[in-house]
């Protein structure tokens, strides 16, 4: 059975800090997949990772994945209080995602 | 703009009555469908896989006469909540699969349907 394990579950940051979000996953798997999530809203696709040593970035966003070590990091570089939300990451093939249970980001002034 | 409609956003019921979610994707045939739902700070837990023209395969521990889905044609799907209770309430969101943009097989969410069984 597929798990997936997200850390930390909770990070407070100041404006202008890095920090990377952490994503381990239990069986081999070909796509990893990165979500925001704003309060009482849907999922936003942020990132999707399909190969070994796949790196994507968007703006202050930095998703890799190293499919070896079964582990995938969502840097976040100089942050911003527009990045607060909860990021999940996801695993999945064809068929459906498992999801870790979400980090929620706060990013303050 | 949005690939995947859900509808409505918000509902709310007395309880013994019926819920319908409606999930449309937009811009492209999906074959498949996914049903989740999500607690209240919680991520998000795959209720069923909805499949076109086929029955849906349901998730261990996910009652499916309680949850019943529909994937009639293929840019919609149906859940409908039966007999809802207070228990029923919760964020539900569906998802449906692209294969065909770029082969990237990417998983569309709608924008959710917050569910309030009084």
Request: contains cysteine.
């Amino acid at each position: 059975e597929l798990k997936v394990e997200q850390n930390p579950l909770f990070l407070s940051m100041q404006e202008g800090k890095n920090y990377t979000i952490y994503c381990n996953y239990s069986t081999t798997s070909d796509r990893l997949y990165w979500y925001r999530q704003d309060p009482g809203k849907s999922l936003e696709s942020l990132f999707v990772l399909l190969s070994n040593g796949a790196v994507k970035q968007e703006g202050r966003l930095m998703a890799s994945l190293d499919t070896k070590a079964r582990l995938s990091t969502l840097h976040i570089t100089a942050a911003v209080h527009d990045l607060s939300a909860t990021y999940f990451c996801a695993v999945g093939g064809s068929e459906k995602l498992v999801f870790g249970k979400g980090t929620k980001l706060t990013v303050n002034p | 703009g949005a690939v995947v409609s859900q509808h409505p956003s918000r509902v709310i019921c007395k309880s013994g009555t019926s819920v319908k979610i409606e999930c449309r994707s937009l811009d492209f045939q999906a074959t498949t469908m996914f049903w989740y739902r999500q607690f209240p700070k919680k991520s998000l837990m795959l209720m069923a896989t909805s499949n076109e023209g086929s029955k849906a395969t349901y998730e261990q521990g996910v009652e499916k006469d309680k949850f019943l889905i529909n994937h009639a044609s293929l840019t919609l799907s149906t859940l409908t909540v039966t007999s809802a209770h207070p228990e029923d309430s919760s964020f539900y969101i569906c998802s449906a699969r692209d294969y065909g943009r770029g082969g990237k097989n990417i998983q569309y969410f709608g924008a959710g349907t917050r569910l309030s069984v009084l």
